[in-house]
């Protein structure tokens, strides 16, 4: 829809209120909410807010920043609180800087940036994630705990609880918004859940991501739960995982598909996988952003620790799904949702299109379960790094992921991520206390 119909839907719809929706550098939802009066200003490209006060957005004495909407994602919000307000609708902004010009320290600015790369080599990135998240409740004063009744598995078909019907009220929703939901299911860890949705191009996958962590959390409020997409919440159970399906298309064509291709693979897709195993240190710095994150990257839950791949083994960090012609991909299963889905996959694709640039090859796919080898076969294969710590030392001595975050977005990640390293590293923890004050 143009602005005119826009505005007309508005008034027709009944929407009272429009928000101006972006995300700063560590990948948190943000908006600027304007009348139904502004509109038309709205949708113009005429709102400023003031940048010094996201983080890592600009300098005070530089903040004036503009939201330019992308009219094409504009949605009215499925839900309704009552009362007088009205409807509320939404549209994702790029940023722009006073003068209008694009603001690289925007993340969805640098996934466009690393788009037109690949539009430039023939290609179009296409990306289908599977979203793991958490449900917990609310004590009786609206605190969030880490507690929950629901006591399901994988795949588990339980008795009807808050958790199952708060499920069903995101996919309802998201339906509502346009999204088209492949599967929802109770995942592994208690409380645990788990919303595939259809493949898109990348920019549409990484806006429905925002939306779909927006949606999940008011969907869980309406329910007196806690929706976290923090990758490791409870000790002893496994962390959520965003896993990233992924494939490069040339006019509709999946280009890794090729039936008499090593592996049923194409030398593109094989390059593409040699690209992200060769930058796959630097990427885990921006898949998995949180100290938190490394609590998950551990053996034994389910999620990857070695540099390797796959055809069917879901043990390493890449596997190749079942599925040939148009749905052959690669998965790569170390993101986390806690992640920015900009930043994070503008970094994927980078890499890969390294890789093709460069026609690495890949090593040989492993074909047993990376955990049962021993531990000099082990010792072959390089690891994930294990903190955050390590991840940011991969991030900066990295040119190409750097290069393709930018300086403003590259600075500033890892500035505010070494802050909170060194702030974690100098707390005494529980466990400290426990094991240590009485033994010393």
């Known amino acids: 829809m143009d602005k005119e ?11 009272r209120f429009i928000r101006l929706q ?20 709205a949708l113009s490209g005429h709102i400023c807010f003031d940048g010094s006060s996201i983080q890592g957005f600009a300098r005070i004495e530089e903040s004036d920043m503009i939201l330019k909407p992308d009219l094409s994602t504009f949605a009215i919000l499925p839900w309704h609180d009552g009362g007088e307000s009205g409807k509320e609708a939404r549209v994702i902004c790029d940023i722009a800087g006073a003068d209008g010009e694009p603001f690289m320290g925007c993340p969805r600015t640098v996934l466009k940036k690393a788009l037109a790369k690949a539009a430039a080599l023939g290609f179009e990135f296409m990306v289908g994630p599977e979203i793991e998240f958490f449900l917990f409740h609310r004590d009786e004063k609206g605190n969030i705990t880490t507690k929950t009744h629901d006591a399901g598995g994988y795949f588990d078909l ?12 995101i996919v309802e929703w998201l339906e509502q918004m346009g999204f088209e939901i492949e599967a ?17 191009s990348a920019l549409n996958a990484a806006d429905n991501i925002c939306t779909f962590k927006f949606v999940v959390r008011k969907a869980a409020l309406n329910y007196n739960l806690h929706a976290t997409f923090m990758p490791k919440p409870i000790y002893g159970q496994c962390g959520s995982g965003m ?3 992924q494939s490069l298309c040339q006019r509709g064509r999946n280009v890794f598909h090729d039936p008499s291709g090593l592996y049923g693979l194409s030398d593109i897709a094989r390059q593409y996988l040699a690209g992200i195993l060769a930058h796959a240190p630097a990427i885990t710095a921006i898949a998995n952003p949180l100290i938190n994150s490394y609590k998950r990257l551990v053996p034994g839950y389910e999620a990857p620790t070695t540099i390797a791949w796959a055809r069917r083994n879901r043990s390493p960090l890449i596997r190749i799904p079942e599925g040939s012609g148009q749905a052959t991909r690669i998965e790569l299963r170390s993101p986390d949702p806690s992640c920015n889905p900009y930043l994070t996959l503008a970094a994927i694709l980078s890499a890969g299109l390294d890789g093709i640039e460069k026609k690495l090859t890949p090593p040989d796919p492993i074909t047993e379960n990376i955990y049962n080898l021993s531990a000099e076969e082990q010792h072959k294969f390089k690891n994930l790094p294990g903190s955050l710590a390590e991840a940011l030392d991969a991030l900066e001595a990295d040119n190409l992921i750097m290069d ?21 590293i100098a707390q005494v923890h529980p466990w400290e206390i426990e094991r240590y004050l009485a033994a010393y």
């Not at 975050?405 to 974690?424: D, M, P, S, T, V």
Request: overall charge negative.
């Open 22 to 41: 972006f995300t700063d550098i560590m990948g948190i939802n943000k908006n600027v909410e304007v009348p139904l009066s502004q509109l038309d200003k």
């Open 184 to 200: 929802s299911h109770h995942e592994v860890a208690v409380a645990q859940h788990e919303i595939d949705f259809h493949y898109l």
């Open 158 to 169: 339980t008795p009807i609880d808050r958790g199952e019907l708060c499920r069903r009220q």
């Open 404 to 424: 393709a975050l930018g300086e403003h977005c590259a600075h500033n990640f890892i500035r505010a991520k070494r802050g909170a390293w060194q702030e974690y």
């Open 5 to 15: 119909e826009i505005i007309k839907k508005c008034e027709k719809m009944g929407v």
């Open 243 to 245: 896993h990233v399906n």
